[in-house]
């Protein structure tokens, strides 16, 4: 089941930088597109949503973006905290007859102090 | 804070063997979901529920996977013949809304088959 994807495995970023996580999907018929972060040992916390109907929005210094025609989404982290440093997954919902989320494969984001 | 709670933390089994894990969702959610993540894969989903029925269940929660809403509170994942390749940290999830994929986690139950 590859319709969620993050091909990126692992993020470097300077603190204070800003931090770009980028996630393709495949289904056109997702209805909610989210970041979730996952420490180790713990489960994934959900960190921000979109609808499908919009192409942002913004939660502090976390603003996910959109873009449907390139089914593509992004998560930006500004400006990027030591905290931060995390495995960051995108994940998709559907909501036709059944419901179900797909989660990516994950991004390891490190924030370097 | 409210919060969702899985037991066993870690189990050990034979292969071969029937597990179930347990799960107690946030008491007002209606909608629950078992996921698994493979030691440095990918979050999975096995099945959601609501209702007392299944929802969605992906190839991966075959015959040999059963859920279960004994009561009001408690949600169960059973596994009757484990596998070597069914060691994985499992996660229950709920949520009080449907479709919006705002799920909440626990911690996980680390399954290890030997």
């Known amino acids: 089941d590859q319709q969620v994807k993050q091909n990126s495995p692992s993020l470097s970023v300077q603190e204070g930088r800003i931090s770009i996580l980028n996630c393709d999907y495949t289904n056109s018929m997702f209805d909610y597109f989210l970041w979730y972060k996952k420490y180790p040992a713990e489960g994934p916390t959900f960190l921000i949503s979109?609808?499908?109907?919009?192409d942002k929005n913004e939660d502090g210094r976390f603003t996910v973006f959109l873009n449907k025609s390139a089914k593509h989404l992004s998560l930006h982290i500004v400006p990027s905290q030591p905290g931060d440093s995390a495995v960051y997954f995108c994940?998709?919902?559907?909501?036709?007859?059944?419901?179900?989320?797909?989660f990516g494969a994950g991004t390891r984001l490190f924030v370097k102090a | 804070e409210p919060e969702v709670t899985q037991t066993p933390s870690h189990q050990v089994t034979q292969m071969g063997q029937e597990v179930i894990l347990r799960c107690v969702p946030i008491s007002n959610h209606l909608y629950f979901y078992w996921y698994r993540q493979i030691l440095g894969q990918k979050v999975e989903f096995l099945v959601s529920f609501y209702n007392n029925e299944i929802s969605e269940k992906s190839e991966i929660f075959d015959d040999q996977f059963s859920v279960e809403r004994p009561d009001g509170s408690n949600f169960t994942l059973k596994i009757r013949s484990t596998k070597l390749e069914d060691s994985a940290m499992y996660f229950c999830?709920?949520?009080?809304?449907?479709?919006?994929?705002?799920?909440?986690f626990g911690e996980g139950s680390r399954l290890t088959v030997l």
């Open positions: 994940a998709a919902s559907l909501n036709t007859g059944g419901f179900k989320t797909i």
């Open positions: 999830a709920s949520s009080d809304r449907r479709g919006t994929g705002e799920l909440f």
């Open positions: 979109i609808s499908s109907i919009k």
